[in-house]
């Protein structure tokens, strides 16, 4: 009687174990992913939103949650704070900056 329970004990910790990891699974690839089109967008948003640049001078582009700016920065103050910004975007993992600071 006690070894079955031990197995009955025994399987259902492994079935447990199981379903938290398969749980943990799905729960890293939930459907709160952020496209890259969307990290873009937002991206833009914010640049345009924020006043010390002109945000036609930059380039915005994404992949894999990777941004890349591109383009003319009028300051260094306005290079750090398309990075930042850029940074502050759900979705982002990584900025890649190749602005050119024209001041």
Known sequence: MRRTHFIVAVA??????????AFAATASA???????AQITREVQAKLKADMPFSAEELRVSTRNGVVTLSGRAETNYAEVR???????VTGVTKVKNELTVVS
């Open 12 to 21: 259902f910790g492994c079935t447990a174990y199981i379903a938290g990891a």
């Open 30 to 36: 939930s459907p709160t992913s952020v496209s890259d």
């Open 82 to 88: 398309a990075i930042e910004d850029a940074h502050g």
